[in-house]
């Protein structure tokens, strides 16, 4: 029997709920879809074969490709805008909570460089990447499930991340993390800059919670 809710929410990895299911505990279905499309897709799919919420909302981090956005910006974008096509009072929501209306594009990989965000900035005019929320939106549309995609700025454009994360990617996307850990051991001049970003990652997924919190209330 499908269970049914009002809003179910989704990430990537536990790393970027940690403060969501603090604030949030189990009042929302929470599931996590691991990194990139296949994995979201398959993971999408066997959610909504057990739950039928009225909203899922997929979240998580997104690297800014717009110089505009800084750490913490918390972003939304809706399929096809959604204009008059019931997400008004969903806009509305996600507006009053600090959320900014943007063009969100999934990506196959991390764009890690500067200059890889500013092709990708180019190529697409988005404001943001990330690399699960387009097979997350099309397997709702299939489903007739509304969709909201809500991220929050975890590097900027003009930012370098310290390692190229693609690097310790398995094939199915889970993080190599014996590779990982031997590569920053290799590379210890790096450690300030990891140390940064895990900083600034830790400020995202806070004011992701928060604008969350705020929706969802």
């Known amino acids: 029997m499908e269970?049914?809710?009002?809003?179910a929410v989704c990430f990537a990895l536990a790393e970027e709920a940690g403060p969501f299911k603090k604030l949030c505990g189990e009042a929302v279905p929470l599931f996590f879809t691991g990194i990139g499309r296949e994995n979201a897709e398959r993971a999408v799919r066997q959610f909504l074969a057990a739950h039928s919420p009225e909203l899922?909302?997929?979240c998580g981090f997104a690297g800014g490709l717009a110089p505009e956005w800084k750490i913490g910006d918390v972003l939304f974008e809706i399929r096809g805008g959604g204009v008059n096509n019931g997400y008004t009072a969903i806009m509305a929501k996600l507006t009053e909570a600090g959320?900014?209306?943007?063009?969100?594009?999934?990506?196959?990989?991390v764009a890690v460089k500067a200059t890889e965000k500013k092709k990708l900035r180019e190529e697409t005019g988005a404001d943001a990447a990330e690399m699960e929320s387009g097979a997350i939106q099309a397997?709702?549309?299939?489903?007739?499930?509304?969709?909201?995609?809500?991220?929050?700025?975890?590097?900027t454009s003009d930012e370098d991340l310290p390692l190229?994360?693609?690097?310790?990617?398995?094939?199915?996307k889970s993080v190599d993390m014996s590779k990982l850990m031997l590569a920053v051991a290799k590379a210890p001049w790096k450690m300030g800059a990891l140390?940064?970003?895990?900083?600034?990652?830790?400020l995202a997924a806070e004011s992701?919670?928060?604008?969350?919190a705020r929706m969802i209330a």
């Open 3 to 7: 269970k049914k809710s009002s809003i």
């Open 99 to 109: 959320a900014k209306p943007a063009k969100i594009f999934c990506t196959d990989r």
């Open 56 to 58: 899922l909302l997929t």
């Open 139 to 155: 397997v709702c549309e299939e489903r007739g499930v509304s969709c909201v995609t809500v991220r929050v700025i975890s590097d």
């Open 208 to 212: 992701l919670a928060q604008a969350l």
């Open 195 to 202: 140390m940064q970003l895990q900083k600034n990652t830790k």
């Open 164 to 172: 190229d994360f693609n690097n310790y990617l398995k094939e199915d």
